[in-house]
């Protein structure tokens, strides 16, 4: 099956930028995710990018698409300590029935 | 607001129970999920269904089964729970329809612990 690769820890400091990169397998993906989930919580959908696209901005998200890698990367700017959570990504391919396969997620601690 | 609810947030049981794990969604949603996380393995599906008695094979069905009487209801069952079945277990919805963007709308998760 088609896979989904995240690293599962960064930390960085109050206000600094932050980087949560994925690789992905599926050359047919049509959405890809970003999904958050805070302690104790479900996940809650964050930002999705469609596959035509390469970038997309929402305040403080910047969502990279590098279809030609399969890379996906989410950049948080300014990040803050209410940014602490994991942070899943997803792909969906309309061919297949729109499943979502998940990474395994990666942790974010921020530092004050 | 969407709201999917999830009839409990910790549960502990012991091997060779049987365990009912509910879900209820309030948005008329077509497709519902069942997913188990683990650490580092992201969400894996067991089971979906996208209609009332309807029912697909995810990608770890194995040991778990489900039911949908009800469009807004869909249970997770162990018929015989074993340890490596502890985990998180997350229920989802979705609008479906073949809609080319379906977004998951996920509970809060039950913690199951079975000793």
């Known amino acids: 099956g088609e896979d989904v690769e995240q690293s599962l820890f960064l930390s960085v400091r109050e206000g600094d930028s932050s980087v949560i990169n994925c690789t992905y397998t599926?050359?047919?993906?049509?959405?890809l995710y970003w999904y958050k989930q805070e302690p104790g919580a479900g996940l809650q959908l964050l930002t999705y990018i469609f596959s035509n696209m390469d970038m997309k901005q929402d305040q403080r998200l910047t969502v990279l698409l590098n279809k030609k890698d399969k890379h996906l990367s989410l950049r948080i700017a300014d990040t803050q300590t209410g940014d602490s959570a994991i942070y899943f990504c997803a792909e969906s391919n309309n061919n297949a029935g729109n499943m979502l396969t998940f990474g395994g997620g990666t942790r974010l601690m921020v530092k004050p | 607001d969407v709201k999917v609810t999830q009839s409990s947030r910790y549960l502990v049981k012991r091997t060779g129970e049987k365990v009912f794990l509910e879900c209820v969604q309030d948005?008329?949603?077509?497709?519902m999920f069942w997913y188990r996380q683990d650490p580092g393995l992201g969400l894996r599906l067991i089971y979906f269904?996208?209609?009332?008695?309807?029912?697909e094979k995810g990608d770890i069905p194995e040991g778990y089964s489900v039911s949908r009487e009800k469009k807004e209801r869909f249970s997770l069952i162990l018929e015989s729970a074993s340890t490596n079945q502890t985990s998180m277990y997350l229920c989802?919805?979705?609008?479906?329809?073949?809609?080319?963007?379906?977004?998951?709308?996920f509970g809060p998760g039950t913690r199951l612990t079975v000793l």
């Open positions: 948005m008329d949603h077509e497709n």
């Open positions: 269904s996208y209609d009332v008695k309807m029912k």
């Open positions: 599926d050359s047919s993906s049509t959405y």
């Open positions: 989802a919805s979705s609008f479906g329809l073949a809609r080319s963007f379906d977004e998951q709308f």
